[in-house]
C-alpha cells in the first residue's frame, strides 16, 4: 500500500511559475477577461452549477483564490449550457485538469423539493431562476468536459461528489446508485473542504505526475482494478451474525468511545451489486463508513463496483487556525461577477453582511450530512481574523447599513470547541460529541464567544449583529452566561432553533436532545428576554416523517404545538439526502447507529405520498385543507376524542369554509409565532 503523503501546511508551498501574472480582480470567465490578464491560457478550468460570486461563503471562489494564491491561473465556466460540448471550450484547453462541481448545493435538492415537486427558484442563479444547471450536474458536467478535451484530466468535488463517494441510495429514482467518480468518468474525487487535496494535487501535477499515479493523498477517491496485496484489512462485507439482544435498551448503548485499531489499516465495504439489491447489508455499510470519518483513526476504505474498486483514502487533516486566517484573507471582491449587472442572487443577498467564522460540526444530526463533508472537528478562525473581516465589510460591501446578518457557520455556537485532548479525539469514533449526552472531554466553554460577539459589535461603524446561524441549544445552556448575551444582544425578534421533534422514539434516530433541554434553554431565553425589557420569540423547528416516527409520534406533537400556542407556517418533511445515516434508516428499515444485523433493530418508516403527506398534516393542525385527512386518520387511531370544537380538541368536527378576506381564525403566524389572544370589541 501507499503511504500517505505527509500534510503540508498550505502556507508551505512554493509558488508556481505563473504568480508572476498576479492577483486576477475576479477571476475570469471568458476569453477577453484572460486577454486582459495576460494569460494565453488557464492552468485549472472550475466548471459550477452557481453563479460566480466572488465570496469565501462560494466554493468555487474559495477553490479558485486559494489556487491563484498558489501561483495558479484559475478559470471558471460558470452555469454552462450543458446541450453540446462547446460552452466548455471557451475559456481553451486548461493545462492540468478540470474541476467540476455543482455548486454549494447539491443539484437535486437544489431542483427538487422534499415530495419531488419541481423548484422554480435557485437562489444560486441571477435572478433567482431556476432550470439554470442540469440534474447530477456533476454527470453532465464531466461528461461534456470529457467530449470537449479528452484527454484532459476531470476532477469532481464539492457537496454532491462528496456524499455520492460510494455506493449510495438515490431517493430521486428510488434506487441505490454507483459511486458518482464511476458514473462521471472522472480521475479523482475530492470529498469534504479541498483546500489541502487541491493544492497539493495541482502541485503535483504541474511537476508532472500523472493524476493515475497519484493516490497518497488524503480527502481523495480514485478507482483502482485490484486491492494492495499487502494491505491489513478487515472484511465488513457480510453482516455480523449476532443479534441485538434487548431492542428496548437506550440508543447510547452503542454509541460510545472506541480505541483505535492499530493493526488493520483497510476496511473492505459490501460491493455495490449487494447492497443494491440487500438493504439490510446497504445500512451494515452506512455504519461502517460513517466510523470511518474521523481523520485521526479513519482507514482505507475500498468498495468493489464489478471488476473495480472505489478507493478512499482517509479524510484530510482539518484546516488549522493560522490557515483558515489565511484562506478568508484571501483578495476576494465579495460581490458577484460584473458580468450579472443588477439581476439579485439570493444566496448572495442572504450572506453578504455576514461573516462565516467556523467550519465542520461535532453534533452528528442523522439527517445532516455536514459531518460526513466537512467533519466533526471544528476548524476556527482567530477572533483577530473574524474582526478585520467585519471591517473590510463596512468598508467595501455595497449597501451596508451598520448591520452584521451573522456570525456563524454550520452551527452559531462551536467556534473554538473541541476535545480536551488531542490523543481521546485522535481515537474516537462517537458519531457526536453530544449525543447521547455531552462527552466529558469536550470543552465546552464559550466565553470566547462572548468576548468574540462584544468586540464585533464595538466596531466603529457596526451597529448590530445578528445571530442567524442554527443554534446548539443544548451546548448553549452549558455557558448561561451565554444566553445572557445572545439573547440581550443578538436576537432580533425571534430566533429559530431546531428541537426537530417532542417524542424519544423520532429524537433517537436523529440523535437530538429531549425537551427538557429546550425546556431549560426556554427559560434561560424568557428570563434574559424580560430582564432586557424585550419581547422575544423563541421559534421551534420541526421535520415530519423523519425514520423512526410513528403516526402516534406525530399526533403528540401536534397535540404539544396546540399546548404551547404555536402555529407553523412553514414545515418541512424529512428529505433523505445521500450518505446521511438518517437517509439509510429510510431506505433499510434499520438502525445504522447500532450494529446491523436481519434480526437488528427495525425502524418506522413514513414512505408514499399519502404517509407523508399525513405527517406533515399534523405539523398543520390548524390549516383546514388538512382537517379531512386528519379527521379520518383521528378515528383510525382510536382518538375520535380530539374531533370537536372545543379548546382541547385538535381539528373541528365540520368543515367550516373558506374563511373571507381578513378573517384571522385559522391563519397562521408568520414563521411560527405563538398565536396571541384576540381582543374582545369594544363595548361586548
Known amino acids: 500500500m501507499n503511504p500517505l503523503q505527509p500534510t503540508t501546511d498550505l502556507l508551505g508551498y512554493r509558488p508556481y511559475w505563473a504568480e508572476c501574472f498576479g492577483v486576477a480582480p475576479f477571476l475570469p470567465t471568458s476569453r477577453q477577461e484572460m486577454d486582459a490578464l495576460g494569460w494565453d491560457s488557464c492552468d485549472v478550468i472550475i466548471v459550477t452549477g452557481d453563479a460566480y460570486v466572488d465570496h469565501p461563503s462560494f466554493g468555487m471562489a474559495i477553490i479558485g483564490r486559494v489556487l491563484e494564491a498558489q501561483g495558479f491561473r484559475v478559470g471558471i465556466i460558470t452555469q454552462p449550457a450543458w446541450s453540446s460540448a462547446a460552452p466548455f471550450t471557451v475559456l481553451g484547453k486548461p493545462n492540468l485538469y478540470f474541476g467540476v462541481a455543482a455548486g454549494n448545493m447539491d443539484s437535486m435538492i437544489n431542483r427538487y423539493t422534499a415530495d419531488r415537486k419541481i423548484r422554480h427558484d435557485d437562489a444560486y442563479t441571477p435572478g433567482n431562476v431556476g432550470g439554470k444547471r442540469p440534474d447530477r450536474s456533476v454527470l453532465v458536467y464531466s461528461q461534456r468536459c470529457r467530449e470537449a478535451y479528452p484527454k484532459v484530466p ?155 474498486y472505489v478507493w478512499l483514502n482517509p479524510p484530510a487533516t482539518p484546516l488549522t487556525t493560522r490557515e483558515m486566517d489565511w484562506v478568508f484573507r484571501l483578495p476576494f471582491q465579495r460581490v458577484p461577477h460584473p458580468s450579472y449587472g443588477d439581476a439579485p442572487i439570493p444566496a448572495y443577498e442572504m450572506i453578504r453582511f455576514s461573516v462565516n467564522i467556523m467550519r465542520g460540526c461535532f453534533g452528528g444530526c442523522t439527517f445532516c450530512s455536514i459531518t460526513e463533508h466537512e467533519g466533526r472537528i471544528i476548524q476556527s478562525r482567530s ?25 456563524g457557520g454550520p452551527t452559531a455556537n462551536m467556534w473554538r470547541l473541541g476535545c480536551k485532548e ?62 445572557e448575551e445572545l439573547v440581550k444582544e443578538h436576537v432580533g425578534g425571534y430566533l429559530k432553533i431546531a428541537p426537530e421533534h417532542t417524542q424519544a422514539g423520532p429524537l433517537s434516530k436523529m440523535m437530538k436532545p429531549g425537551m427538557a433541554t429546550y425546556q431549560r434553554f426556554k427559560e434561560l431565553f424568557d428570563r434574559y428576554s424580560g430582564e432586557a425589557g424585550k419581547e422575544q420569540y423563541l421559534i421551534p423547528y420541526f421535520i415530519a416523517a423523519h425514520p423512526g416516527t410513528r403516526d402516534e409520534d406525530m399526533l403528540q406533537l401536534a397535540l404539544w404545538l396546540k399546548q404551547n400556542g404555536f402555529r407553523a407556517d412553514q414545515v418541512q418533511n424529512f ?48 390549516d383546514p385543507k388538512n382537517w379531512p385527512l386528519l379527521r379520518e386518520n383521528l378515528e383510525k387511531m382510536g382518538r375520535g376524542d380530539l374531533i370537536g370544537n372545543g379548546r382541547n380538541h385538535l381539528v373541528p368536527r365540520i368543515q367550516f369554509a373558506a374563511s373571507k378576506p381578513g378573517s384571522r381564525a385559522f391563519k397562521t403566524q408568520h414563521t411560527g409565532l405563538p398565536t396571541k389572544p384576540r381582543r374582545r370589541p369594544s363595548g361586548k
Not at 483502482?224 to 465488513?236: C, F, H, M, V
Not at 478585520?388 to 447599513?401: A, V
Not at 470543552?443 to 466596531?459: C, E, F, G, K, V
Open 383 to 407: 477572533e483577530e481574523s473574524i474582526l478585520e473581516e467585519i471591517e473590510e465589510i463596512r468598508d467595501k460591501t455595497p449597501g451596508f447599513t451598520g448591520v452584521i446578518s451573522d456570525l
Open 422 to 483: 488531542k490523543k481521546t479525539e485522535a481515537s474516537c469514533r462517537r458519531p457526536s460529541c453530544i449525543y447521547p449526552g455531552i462527552c466529558r472531554n469536550l470543552d465546552t466553554d464559550q466565553t470566547p464567544l462572548i468576548s468574540l460577539y462584544r468586540n464585533a459589535r464595538n466596531i466603529e461603524g457596526v451597529k448590530k449583529v445578528l445571530i442567524a446561524s442554527g443554534l446548539r441549544y443544548d451546548l448553549a445552556v452549558e455557558t448561561p452566561a451565554y444566553v
Open 154 to 308: 476531470i476532477v469532481i468535488g464539492g457537496i454532491e461528489a462528496s456524499l455520492r463517494r460510494i455506493a449510495h441510495f438515490d431517493y430521486w429514482s428510488e434506487k441505490v446508485r454507483r459511486s458518482i467518480l464511476l458514473d462521471a468518468k472522472a480521475d479523482m474525487l475530492l470529498y469534504g473542504s479541498a483546500e489541502r487535496a487541491i493544492v497539493e494535487l495541482t502541485h503535483r501535477l504541474a511537476q508532472g505526475e500523472v493524476i493515475a499515479e497519484i493516490q497518497d493523498i488524503r480527502g481523495t477517491a480514485y478507482a483502482i482494478r485490484e486491492l494492495p496485496g499487502d494491505a491489513r484489512s478487515i472484511d465488513e462485507t457480510r453482516l455480523p451474525g449476532e443479534r441485538v439482544s434487548d431492542l428496548s435498551v437506550p440508543q447510547p448503548e452503542v454509541i460510545k468511545l472506541v480505541g483505535i485499531q492499530e493493526n488493520p489499516d483497510l476496511v473492505v465495504l459490501p460491493p455495490y451489486e449487494a447492497v443494491m439489491e440487500d438493504r439490510v447489508l446497504y445500512a451494515h455499510a452506512s455504519r461502517i463508513l460513517h466510523r470511518e470519518t474521523n481523520p485521526g483513526n479513519a482507514r482505507f476504505l475500498a468498495q468493489a463496483h464489478g471488476d473495480r
Open 575 to 622: 428529505y433523505p439526502s445521500p450518505m446521511a445515516s438518517a437517509t439509510a434508516m429510510f431506505h433499510s428499515g434499520k438502525n445504522p447507529l447500532r450494529r446491523v444485523s436481519r434480526h437488528s433493530e427495525d425502524v418506522a418508516v413514513a414512505k408514499g405520498a399519502r404517509n407523508r403527506r399525513l405527517h406533515k398534516a399534523f405539523l398543520r393542525y390548524h
